[in-house]
């Protein structure tokens, strides 16, 4: 979504009035805006017009995004963290997706799937020695690329090895407004001010940048004050907010979940730049390959980084074998999936082919 009062706000009307898919209207306007903006290069401009004649001819055999994470290292340690509990010594060095593989699944993603943009996150992506090269060998497949750190790492000299490999977007995760709270909910000291100052090299630099956060109890009266800290650092696209994801340590806690009297109070209450990924309770989720999928570290591809249910490992089993039994298999919850995330949903925990696997 782009980052203008104006376009969000006709975007959030046009889907209440005329009943038409919040997300559905986003990306139209996201890819028109990416197909003229300066920040795309002539290959990418091709690959966005491959992609919209593909979408239209062969839309099942067509994704959007894929988010890549390529191993769950990571300096935090974040109370929310949807990879679990897992041991980082015992763990973490073991299971990663080498660079190689990494490739091969942005191969496929681009020739067979026809895609448009990939998220490299999950762990810490700017701790892979191989960041600079995913991204640059990304980019020349005419993907746009994106992606998502919590900043600890964004020093001048990362940014500009960043920008001069190709990266598009640089997304901030920033769990709450004020640095103490921000970085006990982390695990890490110093972590806020780190990624607040990473934001402003980031924006200065020309990137596009923005933050990724999540609303619960605790935090949904804060909001409005995220939104300042998002307008003083300048940021170019929307804050992108999440519901409660139950999943990794918050997989079995039911009682962490919004009611839906408390997303409709959130709903209502959130003001630009505050973008909710879920805007209204019927709202569709765009994983499980309506618009995305996720690669995770062991290979496993997953309907989104949440949502830890299984469909293929693309160290065995092909890409697009693995992403039409994933799409098969969820298009029978299409219209339970909506107001929150899949991973929320009992019915489809229960009833899923996918195969659970943290």
Same mark, same amino acid.
């Given at each position: 979504m +782009?980052?203008?009062k104006?376009?969000c706000n006709?975007?959030?009307? +046009?889907?209440?009035y005329?009943k038409i898919?919040?997300h559905s ?7 028109i ?6 920040? %795309?290069?002539?290959?990418q401009?091709?690959n966005i017009?491959?992609?919209i004649? *593909?979408?239209v001819?062969?839309? /099942?055999n067509t ?5 890549i ?6 300096? &935090?340690k974040c109370?929310h963290c949807?990879?679990g509990e897992?041991?980082?010594?015992n ?5 990663f997706?080498t %660079? =190689? ?10 020739k067979y799937l026809?895609?448009l943009?990939? *998220?490299f996150?999950?762990g ?7 960041i600079?090269?995913l991204i640059? *060998?990304?980019? =020349?497949?005419? @993907?746009?690329?994106?992606i ?6 964004l020093d001048?000299?990362?940014?500009l090895n ?6 598009t977007? #640089?997304?901030v995760?920033i769990?709450?407004p004020n640095? !103490?709270i921000?970085d /006990?909910?982390r695990g890490f !000291?110093g #972590?806020?001010?780190?990624a607040?100052?990473?934001?402003r @090299? ?17 935090n949904?009266n804060d ?7 998002? !307008?003083?650092l300048?940021i170019?696209s $929307?804050?992108?907010v999440?519901? $409660?994801l139950l ?5 079995? /806690?039911?009682?962490e979940?919004l009611?839906? =009297? =408390?997303?409709e109070?959130i709903?209502?209450?959130?003001k630009h730049p505050i973008?909710?990924?879920? $805007?209204?309770?019927?709202?569709? &989720? ?17 309907p989104? $980084?949440?949502?830890p249910y ?5 160290k065995?089993?092909?890409l697009?074998?693995s992403?039409?039994?994933m799409?098969e ?7 339970s999936?909506?107001g929150?995330c ?7 925990? %229960?009833? #899923? ?6």
């Open positions: +782009i980052n203008n104006f376009i006709f975007q959030l009307g +046009i889907s209440k005329l898919d919040i209207i986003d990306n139209v306007l996201w890819i805006f990416s197909l003229f903006s300066f920040r %795309t290069n002539l290959k401009k091709y017009l491959k992609y004649f *593909y979408r001819a062969d839309s /099942k994704l959007m995004r894929i988010f994470c390529p191993s769950h290292v990571c300096q &935090c109370v949807y990879e897992k041991d980082k010594k763990y973490d060095n073991k299971i997706l %660079t =190689e593989e990494i490739k091969k699944v942005v191969d496929d993603f681009s026809h895609g943009d990939v *998220y996150c999950s810490e992506i700017l701790l892979r020695k191989d600079f090269e640059e *060998y990304s980019k =020349e497949k005419g @993907l746009i690329v994106n998502v750190t919590n900043g600890i790492l001048d000299n990362m940014i960043l920008k001069k490999a190709g990266l977007k #640089c997304i995760s769990d709450y640095d !103490n921000h /006990k909910l !000291n #972590c806020y001010e780190k607040t100052n990473g934001i @090299l980031a924006v200065k630099a020309g990137l596009d940048v923005t933050i990724w956060t999540y609303i619960s109890r605790s949904k909001l409005k004050k995220l939104g300042s800290l998002a !307008n003083k300048k170019t $929307p804050v992108f999440y519901f $409660p999943s990794g340590k918050l997989f079995n /806690k039911f009682e979940n009611t839906f =009297e =408390e997303r109070y709903r209502k209450t959130a973008s909710l990924l879920f $805007p209204f309770e019927k709202t569709i &989720c765009t994983g499980a390959g309506r618009y995305h999928l996720s690669i995770e570290p062991s290979g496993d591809m997953t989104c $980084p949440a949502t299984s469909y293929g490992n693309i065995k089993v092909s697009i074998k992403f039409k039994y799409k298999d969820c298009q029978k919850f299409n219209s999936f909506t929150q899949m991973v929320n949903n009992l019915d489809y925990r %229960t009833k #899923c082919k996918g195969k659970l696997i943290r």
